[in-house]
């Protein structure tokens, strides 16, 4: 039995027409409708693809911004904070939040690192 290679090619038929429906189900004479059609279903997927990148990027600044709140603190566990917030998002960096030590956070007089004001050491450096 010989396979029909138009048949073996239509889920790939299928899934650029998907994408790209404007352009590539045009049924028109005039090449600029093709043309805009396409220029909106490209825009479509830009925006889908800056939206994802966008939320990582988000995730990966708020990670950064936990482990060194956390360590400027001197909570025991960045990294399991780190954690909490990769798995929760934006519910484990409320939940952070409200668990965190209170203070304003002030520069070290021996490194420079930023430690509670009302800490006795720096968890940096461990001096006073």
């Not at 001197?74 to 519910?91: Q, R």
């Amino acid at each position: 039995m010989k396979s029909d290679p138009n048949l073996l090619a239509l889920p790939g038929r299928i899934l650029l027409g998907s994408l790209f429906s404007g352009a590539a189900m045009a049924q028109t004479s005039r090449p600029e409708d093709a043309v805009a059609g396409f220029a909106a279903c490209a825009g479509c997927g830009a925006f889908l693809l800056i939206i994802p990148l966008l939320f990582i990027t988000l995730n990966i600044a708020l990670l950064v911004w936990v482990a060194k709140d956390a360590k400027a603190r001197g909570m025991d566990t960045p990294a399991l904070w780190m954690i909490v917030v990769l798995m929760t998002s934006f519910i484990g960096l409320i939940v952070y939040l409200f668990s965190r030590p209170a203070g304003n956070l002030v520069p070290c007089r021996h490194c420079g690192n930023r430690r509670l004001e009302v800490s006795a050491v720096c968890p940096t450096c461990g001096n006073p």
